[in-house]
T-cell receptor, first 116, second 112 residues
Framework: AQKVTQTQTSISVVEKTTVTMDCVYE???????LFWYKQTASGEIVFLIR??????ENATVGHYSLNFQKPKSSIGLIITATQIEDSAVYFC?????????????FGKGTHLHVLP | EAAVTQSPRNKVAVTGGKVTLSCNQT?????MYWYRQDTGHGLRLIHY???????EKGDIPDGYKASRPSQENFSLILELATPSQTSVYFC???????????FGSGTRLLVI
């Protein structure tokens, strides 16, 4: 069955440092898509970055990058040079490519606190 | 700009009453989703749709119905609301070919 697990409930880091948030997933499909979303203090949920399972290169967008370890079913989100405004809840999500191809499920989220 | 609009933003309902949460999208996306967000549970999928006229059960469909009368609109219906359905509900839209699933601003529902 499709499943996404984020074990880190909360992380605190000092501004301008690098942080990694973990996510592991379960799927039987050979093709799938992984996403990270950010929920701000206002409640708004915005898309950050995506990794397609067939791509070997790790996706990078701005100061967000992914650490995709397919054999470990792991997709970590790396934020470099963190800023105060990066404080938010980060969700990992997955969509399968074949089975339940329209279904998108999320992990429980990791609350990131960036301290001055 | 493409958008997902939810209404109402806040709702207080009585136990046993009927509640309808509405979602409208201008993205021309085929797929639409309803999630609920509770502390400690993240975003849980209730129902989703891959086009007008279709509805599919998500991971926690019990106590909820969904309706997709058109490409733009997707409703979540609580026929007999219970206090356990007090939550924040999010609607989202997307397409298989797109990276971006766009979320609405959420509806805060309190069932008393």
């Amino acid at each position: 069955a499709q499943k996404v697990t984020q074990t880190q409930t909360s992380i605190s880091v000092v501004e301008k440092t690098t942080v990694t948030m973990d996510c592991v997933y379960e799927t039987r499909d050979s093709s799938y898509f992984l996403f990270w979303y950010k929920q701000t203090a206002s409640g708004e949920i915005v898309f950050l970055i995506r990794q397609d399972s067939y791509k070997k290169e790790n996706a990078t967008v701005g100061h967000y990058s992914l650490n995709f370890q397919k054999p470990k079913s792991s997709i970590g989100l790396i934020i470099t040079a963190t800023q105060i405004e990066d404080s938010a809840v980060y969700f990992c999500a997955m969509r399968e490519g074949y089975t339940n191809a329209y279904k998108v499920i999320f992990g429980k989220g990791t609350h990131l606190h960036v301290l001055p | 700009e493409a958008a997902v609009t939810q209404s109402p933003r806040n709702k207080v309902a009585v136990t046993g009453g009927k509640v309808t949460l509405s979602c409208n999208q201008t993205n021309n996306h085929n797929n639409m989703y309803w999630y609920r967000q509770d502390t400690g549970h993240g975003l849980r999928l209730i129902h989703y749709s891959y086009g007008a006229g279709s509805t599919e059960k998500g991971d926690i469909p019990d106590g909820y119905k969904a309706s997709r009368p058109s490409q733009e609109n997707f409703s979540l219906i609580l026929e007999l609301a219970t206090p356990s359905q007090t939550s924040v509900y999010f609607c989202a839209s997307g397409d298989r070919g797109n990276s971006d699933y766009t979320f609405g601003s959420g509806t805060r529902l309190l069932v008393i």
